[in-house]
């Protein structure tokens, strides 16, 4: 097993492996923007080097400083938690080519999960659902529009490249297509450098909900549950739970059987993620893969009773899986508290938190790299803490959440606690039925 792994990234994430690998006995090097010489990932890694300015071109995403820190410091692994360099092939490739490993997939998995629209075609090829639309990138408006007659709208327009609800752009008639393509398409370019975009049906009130896999070197795949992660403003998650308040025992088989089969097609390694769409007649259809640790990862965590940094680094490091899925307990539901004013349109919110205090008690897990008089940096995502309950079953988990939301406080700046707080007294939430629109209305 690995001696020192170096962790490419920041914030909460960086600080969660850093205390994964403190449990399992490894060493850690964080490295920081000069921005971030503050922040608990620097204090409580073993060691950590400053890799460059606030900009994260010229830090947190700038590969040769990276390298030259895993070198100087001997690290033997990269983990790159979610965002930045995760799902960069390049990174990957340069990695194996330092014979540092990478704890995530190689880079031709990333080429080919990555890409969303081969994605699409690498499972509809081995029989999994897929939302009806382009079989690969469509180049033209012309082509976009002759797909769409065929499919009906609405249709949606989707960056290949995508990531984080950009470049995507619902299109209810023709002649809306073309100046929406266009939109799409460039804010496809300023984002992922890559302005190829896909078509496909726009599911009017879907649901959201993936399953977690945990693949090793042996061709074991293994399936840890859905995540229902409905609830999104402008296609961003912002709540998540498991199990989902809409899935049966048979259709989480169902669900996880497509998902270990699609992974297994590509001889999948390490943690990913299928997300579905679903429709109100139950139908699930693949909208993409995550080759990656998630945000939403500490729900499953919570209701499967595993560590899933550690099992990432367990498969990453050779061993085969053993703490193999036993069945969910109870629920679990992750709110993600950004600094954002939720009252004001999710305008971002950066600057001092001036007081803090966050919840406890038992089921009650905050995953968070900020503290009292700590400073948000406007350069990055505004995530500044999860809090993940967990109950004996759904009501109790949303009555824990009630009393934890109580109790928090972050003074100083603007959050979206006061979205959480009304998503917790909604009726359709409450209900368990309700769909990324009926929530979305909710802050309109
Ligand atoms: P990203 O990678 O940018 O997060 P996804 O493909 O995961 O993009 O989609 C994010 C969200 O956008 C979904 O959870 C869903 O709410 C919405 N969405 C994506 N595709 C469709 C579709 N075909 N129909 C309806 N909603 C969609």
Redesign the pocket.
């Known amino acids: 097993m690995f001696k020192k792994i170096l962790i490419a990234n920041r914030g909460e994430i960086a600080l969660r492996i850093i205390r994964t690998c403190k449990e399992i006995g490894i060493k850690t090097v964080a490295v920081y923007s000069e921005a971030d010489k503050d922040s608990l990932h620097v204090y409580f890694a073993d060691e950590a080097v400053c890799i460059g300015p606030a900009n994260s071109k010229l830090s947190y995403l700038k590969i040769p400083s990276i390298m030259s820190a895993a070198q100087i410091t001997g690290a033997e692994a990269i983990h790159p938690g979610y965002g930045f360099l995760a799902e960069n092939a390049e990174f990957s490739e340069i990695c194996e080519e330092h014979k540092i490993k990478f704890i995530g997939p190689s880079p031709e998995m990333i080429r080919k999960m990555g890409d969303?629209a081969f994605a699409k075609e690498t499972m509809r090829k081995v029989g999994v659902p897929v939302?009806p639309?382009s079989e690969s990138i469509v180049t033209t408006i012309a082509e976009a529009k002759s797909i769409a007659l065929q499919i009906t709208y609405p249709?949606?327009l989707?960056?290949t490249a995508?990531?984080?609800?950009?470049?995507?752009r619902?299109v209810w008639n023709e002649d809306e297509l073309g100046n929406a393509f266009q939109m799409a398409s460039t804010e496809a370019g300023a984002a992922f450098g890559n302005s190829s975009l896909y078509l496909?049906?726009?599911?009017?009130s879907?649901r959201?909900v993936e399953i977690q896999l945990v693949g090793d070197q042996f061709g074991n795949v293994y399936s840890y549950g859905e995540r229902d992660?409905?609830v999104?403003r402008r296609?961003?998650?912002l709540i998540e739970e498991s199990p989902s308040p809409i899935i049966t025992p048979e259709l989480r088989q169902k669900m996880s059987e497509a998902a270990v089969l699609g992974a297994k097609s590509v001889n999948y390694e390490g943690a990913g993620t299928i997300?579905f769409?679903v429709d109100k007649h139950l139908n699930f259809?693949f909208?993409?893969m995550?080759t990656r640790i998630q945000v939403e990862h500490p729900v499953t965590e919570t209701v499967n009773n595993i560590d899933l940094i550690k099992q990432q680094i367990l498969v990453a490091g050779g061993e085969k899986i053993e703490n193999l899925p036993k069945g969910i307990n109870g629920h679990s539901i992750e709110f993600r508290i950004n600094a954002e004013d939720a009252e004001n349109g999710f305008r971002p919110s950066p600057g001092k938190i001036s007081y803090l205090h966050f919840p406890g008690g038992f089921g009650v897990r905050i995953d968070s790299h900020v503290y009292n008089d700590y400073t948000i940096s406007p350069h990055y995502d505004s995530l500044i803490a999860k809090m993940i309950i967990w109950g004996t079953d759904r009501e109790h988990a949303i009555r824990r959440a009630r009393r934890a939301f109580e109790e928090i406080r972050i003074e100083g700046i603007k959050t979206t606690i006061p979205f959480h707080k009304k998503v917790l007294q909604n009726k359709y939430f409450l209900s368990g039925d309700y769909d990324?629109n009926s929530i979305e209305k909710l802050f309109s």
């Open positions: 969303k939302v639309g249709v949606i989707k960056a995508g990531g984080g609800g950009k470049g995507m619902v496909e049906k726009f599911l009017e879907p959201h992660c409905t999104q296609h961003q998650k997300e769409l259809y909208i993409e995550n990324t």
